[in-house]
């Protein structure tokens, strides 16, 4: 028999344990993908692979009656590299899947869509694959997205950082050490003095806009005494503000044209996509977070998760700019727990992880439920996404 038979990881958990055994890397997750890919096709959603020519994203999708509204669900499978699932993709996967098959059975009327979503960590050539779905325009003609994520508690509608992610490549001139070194010119140096310089600029950013500038250097040279001829810098800016991050971009452009000019070095610059932030939809949270309660669930109270400061960046967010979303947090994991850690890792195969992710399967499909069969929810998270600007 082979791995691929229909029915094989067809429920929620055997799927969720079997990605996270897997731990297939961003923009790498062939098998994780195609698993997914088998168990919506065998429960009848016909299923477009290599979506917006991303090997490893599909959409699936099942009309029920006239086709709309059409309710959409995320599914993320990328793991981290070196440790494996310790985000607890493998859920995030499961949760959107089952979701999806849950309410196309129980909807009405409506189109019931699930989205797969390489590389949200951004491992790969495909990082951050909402976005370049977002700008393809894959979330046309959705009217509500969904999607989920594990962590240490409940709540629904979290903020998120904006983020730019920078690559910059310094190119200097190899010498001698000893021998010649009037003819080296560095572009180590060229790295750490920029290193140096963004330090020096975390002293005057704004204190309301939660910036976060975080860096490394990954090439430094080859040899103490040969000048080193290539470095490479890698920075993360973040803000809460994406206009300001926009400012805080151009100011590390300026730095690096300034060092690089001290250096004697050249430079390219090769950007990341664009994090945005998230747009939160009130009328989506209130409604969500009902249903949670009559679960018996403790959810987060809303005005406690809206001043919360944001600490992460997701892909989600810039769906959420051009379609009303919403990501449930889920708690699989004591609070405080870190993530991205060998504690996180274990969690997202945990007793806890498999009773949490029922809720949230639950949840999220019977809320589409409702989305399809009241007109006016519709329209106030309709009003809601006009009126919030940010
Ligand atoms: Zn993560
Ligand atoms: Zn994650």
Not at 33 to 55: A, E, K, N, T
Not at 259 to 274: Q, R, V, W
């Amino acid at each position: 028999m082979s791995e691929s038979m229909p029915g094989k990881y067809d429920d929620p958990w055997s799927l969720a344990l079997k990605i996270h055994e897997l731990a297939e890397i961003g923009s790498q997750e062939f098998e994780s993908s195609r698993i997914i890919m088998d168990v919506l096709r065998s429960r009848g959603f016909s299923v477009v692979d290599h979506y917006m020519g991303i090997p490893t994203a599909f959409r699936a999708e099942k009309v029920i009656g006239s086709g709309k509204p059409v309710v959409a669900f995320l599914a993320e499978y990328d793991a981290l590299p070196g440790i494996g699932h310790a985000c607890g993709h493998n859920l995030i996967a499961s949760a959107a899947v089952f979701s999806g098959i849950r309410a196309a059975e129980n909807v009405k009327d409506g189109r019931i869509i699930v989205i797969g979503t390489p590389d949200e960590e951004g491992s790969g050539q495909y990082s951050g694959s909402k976005i370049i779905m977002a700008e393809k325009g894959a979330f046309d003609g959705i009217d509500l997205v969904l999607g989920s994520h594990p962590g240490d508690n409940w709540s629904v509608g979290e903020q998120s950082l904006a983020i730019q992610d920078f690559d910059v490549v310094f190119n200097g001139y190899a010498a001698h050490e000893a021998g010649n070194p009037e003819k080296g010119r560095s572009a180590l140096n060229g790295a750490i003095l920029t290193y140096d310089a963004v330090n020096m600029l975390r002293q005057h950013v704004r204190r309301d806009a939660n910036v976060v500038i975080h860096g490394i250097i990954t090439e430094g040279g080859s040899a103490s005494n040969v000048t080193p001829e290539r470095s490479v810098l890698k920075m993360g800016i973040r803000s809460s503000d994406p206009p300001y991050l926009m400012e805080l971009t151009e100011k590390f452009r300026k730095i690096v044209e300034g060092c690089a000019i001290a250096t004697e070095t050249t430079y390219e610059i090769k950007s990341g996509p664009l994090f945005s932030s998230t747009k939160i939809n009130p009328t989506l949270s209130n409604a969500i977070r009902d249903i949670l309660i009559s679960k018996g669930v403790n959810v987060d109270p809303l005005e406690e998760t809206w001043s919360k400061m944001p600490t992460g960046s997701t892909d989600f967010a810039n769906v959420s700019q051009v379609v009303p979303s919403l990501e449930l947090s889920y708690q699989i994991a004591e609070k405080g727990t870190p993530w991205h850690s060998r504690l996180s890792l274990e969690a997202a195969r945990s007793e806890w992880a498999r009773k949490s992710l029922r809720t949230v399967i639950e949840t999220l499909s019977d809320f589409a439920r409702r989305f399809t069969d009241d007109p006016d929810l519709r329209r106030r998270i309709d009003e809601d996404f006009k009126k919030n600007k940010k």
